[in-house]
């Protein structure tokens, strides 16, 4: 069984999870007001926060780019991913002893390390004021950064926005939504064995986690597909203003059973087992109406580019 830890990287600890700060999605106003222990601030009333609305006239035409974003799959598998879920979605943390993901950008000189990928029910950014129905991120940290001191983390995401409009099963979800589920059916059969757990719904009688497949976290991204990029911040408290964004302009498409299975596994969040062995329970901070997406913030003057090609 794999147990629940809030993430192997001391980076994402500091600002990706919050998992140690109490917020929901029903009062995202209150985010500004909480006290993180010196040295991470609360940067999310700050003016470059993220996600955003990619206004009309930037998606409308994009700049036919020569240089284009440069990925190395490394040679991770599956079983070099962690599985969990928290309290606000599902994520895969890459801990094993492999070559992991790295990304270089066009705009930026460092070159970008994976740490995680995670995805959130709803939408995080629009273009043009269309959302989607979930959203994806795969969290980078720069290999200049050193991960015991936030003040030194430069981060980059690649985003991309999902859609329940396929006729058939996207593969490398399927085998995502598989590993989550797994991890969760771990969960209820320790802690809540006679509870009627409704994220089974439309899960798979008994899901396993394929952990010796190769995987190659970038096949998410859509083929053609241009992007977004702008300086942002992380789209949860504490709202860290290191992010630079580079959000995929084509959806990611999926099943209307493949999403249904991705929200019941976070909106079904019913706790964790930590590291001694204890079932703790705790339950989703989602909205009433099911979204673990923040409301998008203001452009503040940032500019915003549209690139033609992504890869």
């Not at 990925?71 to 962690?82: E, P, R």
């Not at 099963?169 to 809540?192: I, K, R, S, T, Y």
């Not at 190659?216 to 597909?225: A, H, K, L, R």
Request: aromatic share 10%; proline share 5%.
């Amino acid at each position: 069984m794999k147990i629940f830890a809030a993430t192997i990287f001391a980076a994402t600890s500091h600002v990706a999870s919050s998992a140690s700060s109490s917020f929901n999605y029903d009062d995202q106003a209150a985010w500004s007001k909480i006290v993180y222990d010196a040295p991470v601030t609360n940067d999310c009333a700050k003016p470059a926060n993220s996600p955003i609305n990619i206004p009309k006239g930037i998606a409308e035409s994009c700049e036919n780019n020569e240089a284009r974003i440069q990925l190395s799959a490394g040679d991770c598998t599956i079983g070099d991913l962690k599985f969990t879920s928290n309290n606000h979605g599902v994520k895969a943390d890459f801990v094993g002893n492999c070559t992991k993901p790295t990304a270089k950008f066009p705009d930026y000189d460092e070159t970008f390390v994976a740490a995680q990928f995670h995805i959130h029910t709803s939408c995080e950014h629009a273009i043009n004021g269309v959302g989607c129905d979930a959203e994806m991120h795969i969290v980078h940290f720069s290999t200049d950064t050193n991960l015991a001191d936030p003040t030194t983390y430069k981060a980059a995401v690649v985003g991309m926005m999902i859609q329940k409009d396929a006729y058939a099963p996207h593969p490398e979800m399927q085998g995502m939504l598989d590993c989550w589920a797994a991890e969760h059916n771990d969960f209820v059969a320790q802690c809540a064995p006679d509870t009627c757990d409704v994220s089974r719904m439309y899960t798979e009688e008994a899901p396993t986690c394929n952990e010796d497949a190769a995987f190659d976290v970038y096949g998410f991204i859509p083929e053609g597909s241009g992007y977004y990029n702008y300086m942002g911040g992380l789209t949860t408290p504490p709202c860290s203003q290191v992010v630079r964004w580079n959000l995929m302009d084509t959806k990611v498409s999926v099943t209307l059973k493949q999403w249904s299975t991705l929200a019941n596994l976070i909106l079904g969040y019913g706790g964790y087992v930590d590291t001694d062995g204890k079932c703790n329970t705790e339950y989703t901070v989602a909205s009433k109406t099911g979204s673990t997406s923040r409301e998008q913030q203001a452009i503040n003057g940032r500019a915003v580019a549209h690139r033609c090609n992504a890869i």
